[in-house]
Each structure stands twice: as C-alpha cells, then as structure tokens.
C-alpha cells in the first residue's frame, strides 16, 4: 500500500537530481543573540555551526548573519564572555525559507572551582520542572503529526489523547481536556482546534500554523502566577517575528488540507531592515472533497486564518498585532451503498457550524535603564457555535438537541518585571469582561431556555525569584487571587488565594544532577456553558458554583548526560476540590469533554474531588551523529467522586501512558522519523441500550457503569520519510506519512444502531444491534512544502 507513494519520492529525486540541483545547495541563516534576562542586543556575540568551519560575530544590534552554507541539518552555538554558551540542534538549513535562529543567553557565575551555570531563563527559575519545549522543525515533521501542534504534545510526558486517539484532546496528568490554558505571544486564546468542544477544548484538527512557530512550551505544574485558569496544563506558542529585509512565501500541502504563508517587511526602505513586519496565513480543507468522492458519510470542512504585524518603535518599544481565526462547516453525506456502521455515524454525528475569531495588540516596553520590562495586552475574543442533532442528518428535521450561542472576552492584561538586587519581581493584573448567550433545546431531558450573561472577571498577581548558594539554589514563590461579578460564591478574592513556590537546588556545582520540586494551588472558573445553564423555568442554577481548586506537589531529579542527552524522574500528586459533578449524569464533569458534546449545559453542583498521582520518566537525545530522539513512560492513577461521594476511575484513567519519538537524518537530505503511542486499558460509560433505543438516534451512556469496564490497550506506530531538495531560488521538502504503519486496531466503545437488511431497511419492531467495528487500516499520506 505504501510503495506506491514511496516509487513517487524516489522518481522526484531521480527528476530532481537531473536538473541542475548540484552546486547550487547553499543557504543563510542568521538572527539576534541578546541577554535573557534584560533583552539586551549582546555585541561581539560568536556564532559558530558546529561540525564545520564556519560562524561569525554579532554586530551592533546583536546581528548574525552567516551566508553560503551547505544545506543540511546542523548544531549551532552562540557564545560570549561571561555568559553560559547555548546551542541550538537539528537546525535544518534550506537554500530558501530559513527562519531567524535567535539565541538568550544567561550570564554564569565563577565559583573558586568552577563555572555555577545559573538558569537558562527566568521562566526556568519559575518552572524548573514538568516543562517541556518543542522547536518548530520537531513539530513541522512529526511523524503522524501532519504539522498539528495539538497532535504533537500528546506524545509529551504525563500527556495523553481521548479515546480512540483521533482528537486533540490534551489530557494531562489525569486531568480533564478543558483544564489547560493555552497562549500565544502572552495573548490568552480560548482554543487551538477546529470543530472545539464548546466548554472544553479539543477537536480533531488543530488551527495554529507551524510556519509561524518559534518554539512551543508545556508546563503540567509549577505554573506562573501570571496564568489564570490552569489546573494541570499551560501551554505557550511563541511565535517569529515575520522577515524584516525579503519577502518570503511557504506553501505546504497534504492529503487533507493546503496552507499558503507570507512574510517580509513592511514600509522598507533601502538595505536598512524594516522596523515593521508581518506574516500571515490562510488554510484550506480539502478533506470533505475526498470524503464525498469516497463515500464517506462526514464531510468536516474548514478554514483558519492566522496573521502578526510586528513595529519597533526604538530598541526598548515593540508593538504587536496577533490574529486567529477559524470558520468550520461539519455536514453529512449519504454514502451510495448501504453500510451499518457509515449508517450509524450519518444518524448519530451532529452538524457543526463554528466560528472563531481572536485578535490582540501588545505593547512591550524594555526599560532604558535595563532595570526590567512591561508587557501590556488588549484582546478579543468570539466563539459561535451552532450545534445541532437531528432526527433526520440528511434533511435537517426533527432537531432533537441545538445550541446556538456565543461567547465573548474582552481582556487587558498588565503585567511589570523589575531586577532589584538577585531578586526578579514580576507583578501584574488581568480584567475582562465576559460575555455568553446560548438559545438551547434538549428534548432528550426535557430542556429548553435561552440565557444571556455578561460579567467582569479580574485577578492579580506577583512572582518573586531568586538563586541562592553561590547559584546553586533556584527559588520562586508566587500568589494570585481572581474574582468575578457574577458567581455568588463569598469572599472570592479570600477564597481564590492560590500561593505557590518552586525549587530548583544544583546537587554538584555545574547543575549536571539537580533535584526540583514544586508546591502550589491553582483555581479555574466554571465554563460559560455551567454559568450560563438555566432551568425551564429561566433560573439560573448553577450561580452557585465554586472555582474549581487543583493543588500540585511535584518532586523530580534531573541529570544531564552530556550537552546533548538528559533524563528526568518526577513524581507527582493532585488533589482536586470544587469539581463540577453532574445533577443529571451523576458523574463528575471531569470525565466529560472528549466528544462532540457541549459541556457543562446542565445543572451542576460543586461538590467533587478527585486525585491523580503518578510517577514520569523521560529520556531526551537532542539532535547528535544524525539521531534525535525522546523517550516518555508515566504511571499514574486517576479518580474523581460521583454525586454520592464515591470515587470512580477517571475516562482518562489508563494508568500507562508511553510514547517514543527519534528520527535519522542520511546523507542528501533523506530523513526517516517514527513515533510510537501506547496507552493501557482506559474505562469507558457504554451504551445505555434502552434509553438509546427509546431516544434514537440520541446515544445516552450508562454512566454508572463508568469504570466497570476497560478497552483494550492503545498501541499505534507511524513513520514519516522526508526527502527535501535545494534550488537556488527555491526549497523543495516531499514527505510521505504512513499512520498506525502496524494496522492496530484503534480500542473504542462498542457502538450501536437500528437493526436494518441489507437494503437498509429498519426491521420492525425496532432494537439495537452492535455495529461492527473496523479493523486497523494504515493511514498513507504524502505532502510537499515549499519555501521560496
């Protein structure tokens, strides 16, 4: 099945080899080295590309530039006196479309025996453990990724996928998917997926573009204080600042979707760079064609958009203008021939229309006197989502459940960093003013209302570090507090005190082993789905809710092998309070979330607890002799209490969660990766067989029966094989991606539909009948990139 697509690669190489490709596969790289703490330009700064005889020196500005380089991948270190050298690995260079590589060092610290390496970042000294950073050229060729950031952190320690493994749910640590917050460029954003699950946060296909990516950070604990809303996730996608002296154009095109991104300067004039740049993207599904020309009986269709304008005042003033947006149409197809399990999903799948829009301006300020910085934000964001199940998909009739509503967020976020002494002091304070209005008909239990709210929420924060012990020691401790106008819960700003503090202690004086621990407690607002629930009579039940409350310990030890390769063992515990637990379901809503669903639109009472703990390993090969490679194992045990008090195993509870990713780069340019997922057995609510079969097609579980169950084991391979070519003007990557290369099984509840013959026909009187699950099938993808 694959060779085809592989005869394909191997006759554009053969075609591409012959037209001249030779002697002309040179390309640049350059970017800024600065200090990373001030942000100061470092001047004389060395960049040298490991492996061969080339670098150069920062000018004035703290500019690089290195020019006729041999198109390949590549280490590269940036030094300067006083400061702890840093390299950057697996840097891919391309004839064409190369971003800036840009380097923040750290000053170290003499001792009389040695160099005492202090942290590489003041987020570092925050979060000193449960972190991870991926760069953009692991995320754009993960293989089974198809350049999905969403679908690429699940392979991160402690992260996990949904049942079934096709969404990009981010279950962390045990936790449920909506609690994780995500940011980009220091712009909260509601959501990273199309067709989101309104309360929640996953879906099937990720929005963000990775042509734009800098570097992506998740943090599963020791959280920021600067960050509301995180129970057990944070996620910061920080992007490149578009190109300030060409334009520049990427086009990536896969099985599934196309995406075109531009970039370069604005308002140039001359040789001089550009103090004003953008970039900006457009993607379109082309999925829904070839779904339709299959037969299948989903047609998921969608467009994002994705955009930042960047102006430099001076040196210390910088402005940003961000944007994402998304517009998603999921519909039904009927297939030509019958068949009971397309039958099934026709009947049972909603239709989804979705709308999303985020935009923001930031302001950064570094002070003249190199004393600290300000970041100022001002954003908006729009969620519309038309959600509705019919009793007939094809002609839209009979809507059985619909929710037509949107939700709004107008925030400003201030935040103030200030270096007095050894002490880095960072405070700040968020405001906005939250908007939510919902039409909603649930004729399965007997609900119908329409509801409109609109409140202010505000928090505060302060975060103070220092390293003690000759730099040894590592220390941060935090407190932040939020309150709302609309909940009625007393003392908010009393009650939602969330202090917190972090530890980073260097067991030899170079930090090779050191041992990190973090305590803290972290508050989340309900959903606007739970606050905004009214009952038939227009009450609104669930006024009364409670923050949610989630304390962390977390202790680990880390140990550098080399420059290139660490490993680290944390252990960790959450104990949650306040959870939301359903009146209808009896289940807390923590194991909800995970489907095509609205959460939360039901009555609540915050009343839950649940519990994770478990134990992480990580072995992690940075790019060295042409392999990479990233090793993760997490045990952990995951319950929440119902509405009687009894603790159940969680929907996410697959107490192993394992996951390889490592790749091999050859000789011109071929590069082979594989990625490896397992997942032990995870409990499921099945089919509640009669009162499905009295409200078909609406599918209800038995939720009492959570946890008596398990699926069988999730074990899934993929393997990508990339070929790129180097033009003079252009660059050329053609990739082919084979996912589930094993053909597993993928473990999923047993589903159910109408008992028909084989003409499709209902058999009367009417009863359900198990649908047969598919088989594993090998997923083939090819694609190209190119950069010109």
Not at 216 to 243: I, K
Request: glycine share 10%; net charge negative; aromatic share 12%.
């Amino acid at each position: 099945m694959l060779l085809p697509y592989f005869r394909h690669i191997l006759f554009l190489g053969f075609l591409c080899c012959n037209i001249g490709v030779n002697g002309q596969n040179l390309g640049t790289i350059n970017g800024y080295v600065k200090d990373a703490k001030t942000g100061e330009p470092l001047i004389g700064a060395t960049v040298q590309i490991n492996g061969i005889e080339k670098g150069t020196v920062t000018d004035i500005a703290g500019f690089y530039q290195i020019n006729d380089i041999p198109t390949q991948s590549y280490s590269i270190t940036a030094q300067y006196l006083g400061y702890e050298a840093k390299t950057a690995f697996n840097v891919i260079i391309k004839s064409a479309g190369n971003p800036e590589l840009n380097f923040e060092l750290t000053e170290a610290v003499e001792s009389l025996t040695e160099v005492v390496v202090k942290a590489s970042s003041i987020e570092d000294v925050i979060t000193p453990l449960s972190t991870q950073t991926l760069s953009a050229v692991e995320i754009a060729t993960y293989p089974g990724g198809n350049n999905d950031i969403a679908k690429v952190v699940q392979s991160l320690p402690g992260v996990g996928g949904s049942i079934g493994g096709f969404r990009n749910d981010v279950i962390i640590r045990g936790g449920a998917p909506n609690e994780n917050v995500y940011y980009l460029d220091g712009m909260e954003i509601p959501n990273i997926n199309h067709f989101s699950t309104q309360g929640s946060a996953g879906g099937p296909v990720g929005m963000l573009n990775v042509s734009f990516m800098e570097t992506v950070d998740l943090a599963t604990s020791a959280f920021n204080a600067r960050y509301d809303n995180p129970l057990s996730g944070v996620l910061q996608f920080n992007q490149r600042v578009g190109n300030t002296r060409e334009g520049r154009v990427n086009l990536r095109i896969s099985a599934s979707e196309a995406a075109l991104t531009g970039e370069g300067p604005l308002f140039k004039k001359g040789d001089a760079p550009s103090k004003t740049s953008f970039i900006g993207s457009v993607r379109r599904s082309y999925l829904q064609l070839l779904f339709e020309a299959i037969g299948l009986p989903i047609l998921p269709d969608y467009w994002d958009y994705q955009y930042k304008i960047t102006h430099q005042l001076n040196q210390y003033n910088q402005i940003n203008l961000l944007g994402l947006g998304s517009i998603d149409d999921f519909r039904v197809n009927v297939p030509d021939d019958f068949d009971a399990q397309q039958q099934a999903q026709l009947e049972q799948v909603p239709v989804i229309q979705q709308k999303t829009n985020t935009t923001g301006l930031s302001w950064k300020n570094r002070f003249r006197d190199g004393s600290g910085s300000m970041l100022t934000t001002l954003s908006i964001n729009t969620l519309d989502n038309n959600f509705t199940r019919y009793t007939d998909n094809v002609a839209q009739t009979g809507a059985f459940f619909s929710n037509d509503s949107r939700e709004t967020e107008i925030k400003l976020r201030y935040e103030q960093t200030r270096f007095v002494g050894d002490w880095i002091l960072t405070g700040g304070f968020s405001i906005q003013q939250a908007i939510f209005d919902n039409n909603s008909t649930n004729l399965v239990d007997d609900i119908s209302f329409q509801s409109e709210i609109d409140f202010v929420r505000y928090g505060l924060f302060v975060q103070a570090s220092t390293s003690l012990a000759n730099n040894r020691l590592d220390i941060s401790f935090g407190l932040r507090t939020d309150a709302n106008t609309f909940m009625t819960q007393k003392n908010q700003v009393l009650e939602t005190l969330s202090p917190r503090f972090s530890f980073s202690y260097g067991l030899n004086p170079s930090k090779t082993w050191k041992l990190n621990g973090s305590i803290g407690r972290y508050y989340k607002i309900p959903p606007y789905t739970i606050l905004g629930f009214r009952d038939n009579a227009g009450a609104l039940v669930n006024k009364n809710a409670e923050y949610i409350r989630s304390d962390h310990i977390v202790v680990g030890i880390e140990h550098a092998l080399n420059e290139t390769a660490r490993i680290t063992v944390e252990g960790f515990y959450k104990k949650y309070a306040n959870y939301p637990v359903s009146v209808l379901d009896r289940i807390s809503l923590a194991n909800k979330g995970g489907g095509f669903e609205v959460l939360g639109s039901e009555a609540i009472i915050s009343e839950g607890e649940g519990r994770s703990f478990g134990l992480e390993f990580l072995f992690q090969q940075q790019f060295t002799k042409n392999f990479y490679g990233i090793l993760a194992y997490t045990l952990f045990n995951s319950k929440f209490s119902d509405l009687e008090g009894v603790f159940r195993p969680s929907a996410w509870d697959s107490r192993h969660l394992l996951s390889f990713t490592g790749g091999y780069k050859f000789k011109k340019n071929w590069e082979v990766s594989l990625r490896y997922r397992f997942a032990g057995r995870t409990p499921f609510a099945p089919v509640d067989e009669e009162a499905t079969l009295e409200n078909y097609p609406a599918v209800l579980l038995d939720f009492d029966r959570l946890g008596d169950e398990r699926l069988e084991v999730f074990s899934v391979a993929d393997i990508r094989i990339d070929k790129k070519w180097n033009f003079k003007t252009f660059a050329l990557d053609v990739f082919l991606e084979a996912g589930n290369v094993f053909g597993a099984r993928t473990p999923e509840p047993q589903e159910f539909g109408l008992n028909r013959d084989e003409l499709g026909n209902i058999i009367s009187p009417r009863t359900l009948v198990p649908v047969p699950q598919e088989d594993g099938q090998i997923l083939p993808t090819i694609g190209i990139v190119l950069d010109f």
